[in-house]
């Protein structure tokens, strides 16, 4: 499924500027040049995509949304979208591009100190650093409010401790942005933080979590046992709590959307392109409406979940956090269920072949449900809606 196509209108936050469509564009051309067929060979050897990601961030893709003064293109989240989703169209959808530069990048571009952003933010914005994300415990699940990861002050330095599951791509990742707790001096209740920590850092343990997801990024669980950690390992103020967070988080749940976005349209394209060429009964398959409806169905779908990313996005670059986390969430909910709908009927389209590795989309199955679980479930998204946007009493 094709980016849509639209004459020179103004931009706004549903109509693209020229500047977009062009990156759409470059960035399509350069994911088709690799296409599912390298995707796949990296992601069963469980090797990253070194190669598209170099050129990635050669061609400035990696960082676009990272200030310039540091290296990155000046733009915002929208843009980063942009590229994600059309790598994922191509067949190339880089997980990493949701946690080092949308995540960590941003949270560190408006909460780092000046030291901070000049250690990490160049690094960032050409691909030559990466940065994972934990924020995930084995107890505390999609309740922020129960991580037990703790930073406590010894003397200058900290000591940080507790569990991480489900942290992507340690292994290949040079730091990590670690969520943890460190107690209010004036309340002496314990509030969120974060914390970067070298990969090397002593008492930083990691083991892979065997998954039946085939991507070139592996899942990890930590362990941190008193890791030492200078002052200047805590980004943002001590006191910031929720704010740092979820200047993180917001661009997550955009990232998301896009993510599997991108692997809904690869999809359809594949069972569109079969259902216009594979002919039965004298006539190709696409002509019956039993084929043709569910696809298009999907497709509406789609590019409704696609406005309401853009949207979200749009709210975020403008500064909007409030009015970006109730669209941020939609967004992610919508492209999820999207998504999950669009692989099934495309494989379905194919029927057996849909089930083969030369057309790429079994493996589309499992990966689809990431838009669902993670980062936060489907379920939790609908408890925020009914609380915030409908003013419903909490459930919880």
């Known amino acids: 499924m094709s980016a849509p196509r639209t004459t020179a209108l103004p931009a706004s936050p549903l109509v693209e500027s020229e500047d977009r469509r062009a990156l759409r564009e470059a960035v399509a051309a350069l994911g088709r040049r690799y296409g599912r067929a390298y995707f796949q060979r990296k992601a069963r050897a469980n090797q990253p995509v070194e190669e598209l990601w170099s050129e990635a961030a050669k061609l400035g893709y990696l960082g676009v949304n990272l200030p310039a003064e540091y290296g990155g293109g000046g733009a915002g989240i929208g843009e980063l979208a942009v590229v994600l989703e059309e790598l994922g169209a191509a067949g190339c959808p880089l997980l990493m591009l949701i946690v080092s530069p949308a995540i960590c990048g941003t949270v560190i571009a408006r909460f ?21 994300f934990g924020i995930t415990e084995p107890d505390a699940g999609s309740n922020s409010h129960r991580i037990a990861t703790v930073g406590r002050r010894d003397g200058q330095d900290w000591l ?20 943890g707790r460190t107690e209010d001096a004036r309340t002496g209740k ?7 920590v070298p990969r090397d850092t002593p008492g930083f343990e ?4 065997p998954m039946e997801l085939t991507a070139p990024e592996r899942q990890f669980q930590v362990f941190l046992d008193d890791v030492r950690l200078p002052a200047d390992a805590l980004v943002g103020d001590e006191d910031a709590g929720l704010l740092q967070l979820f200047a993180g988080l917001n661009p997550e749940r955009i990232m998301t959307a896009a993510f599997t976005l991108g692997i809904a349209r690869y999809a359809l394209d594949t069972a569109v392109g079969y259902a216009r060429t594979r002919t039965v009964w004298d006539r190709p398959i696409g002509a019956h409406q039993g084929i043709a409806h569910p696809l298009a169905q999907c497709a509406i779908e789609v590019e409704l979940a696609r406005l309401m990313t853009q949207k979200a996005a749009h709210l975020y670059d403008a500064g909007d956090d409030l009015g970006a986390g109730e669209a941020a969430n939609m967004a992610k909910y919508a492209a999820g269920e999207a998504s999950c709908r669009a692989v099934d009927q495309a494989v379905q389209t194919l029927g057996g072949n849909g089930l083969t590795q030369e057309y790429g989309l079994a493996a589309l199955i499992t990966a689809t449900r990431v838009g669902r679980v993670a980062p936060v479930s489907r379920e939790m998204i609908l408890n925020y809606v009914a609380q915030h946007t409908l003013g419903l009493p909490r459930s919880y």
Do not use: N
């Open 112 to 132: 780092g100190t000046e030291e901070q952003k000049q250690r990490w933010l160049p690094g960032l914005a050409d691909g030559s650093t990466v940065m994972a």
């Open 160 to 179: 940080l401790s507790g569990r991480k599951v489900f942290v992507s791509g340690i292994d290949h990742a040079d730091a990590v942005l670690f969520v």
């Open 190 to 196: 314990l509030k969120p933080a974060l914390f970067v």
């Open 206 to 209: 990691y083991r892979p979590i």
